[in-house]
């Protein structure tokens, strides 16, 4: 069982910049790939970020490549995302997911658990 915390979400004006954490509990952290995914009102949830167990593999999705930036320490058992000039389009809660698999993944079904998600909110 792996539980995931966010945090770091708040509002933040266009351009901006915000840092989210998310915590993971267990002790098997660094086997697990691990992804950022979004979900705006009245939207599907969609892929962000993602990194390898080594974080030596990075994939993002082109809406936020060049501005979001994923890492972990797994030391602490935490994951990151850097999201650097931000966008009224990038308002959404964000949720940080686990997948039982050192290979990092875009796809949601993919991911075995879930937090609780952070809301993130950029005014314009």
């Known amino acids: 069982q792996v539980q995931l915390v966010e945090s770091g979400g708040r509002l933040v004006q266009a351009g901006g910049s915000l840092r989210l954490s998310c915590a993971a509990s267990?002790?098997?952290?660094?086997?697990?790939?691990m992804g950022w995914f979004r979900q705006a009102p009245g939207k599907e949830r969609e892929f962000v970020a993602t990194?390898?167990?080594?974080?030596?593999?990075?994939y993002y999705a082109d809406s936020v490549k060049g501005r979001f930036t994923i890492s972990r320490d797994n030391a602490k058992n935490t994951v990151f995302l850097q999201m650097n000039s931000l966008k009224p389009e990038d308002t959404a809660v964000y949720y940080c997911?686990?997948?039982?698999?050192?290979?990092?993944?875009?796809?949601?079904?993919?991911?075995?658990?879930w937090g609780q998600g952070t809301q993130v909110t950029v005014s314009s």
């Open positions: 267990g002790r098997t952290f660094s086997s697990y790939a």
């Open positions: 990194v390898d167990w080594s974080s030596a593999i990075t």
């Open positions: 997911a686990a997948r039982m698999d050192y290979v990092a993944a875009t796809n949601s079904y993919e991911y075995s658990y």
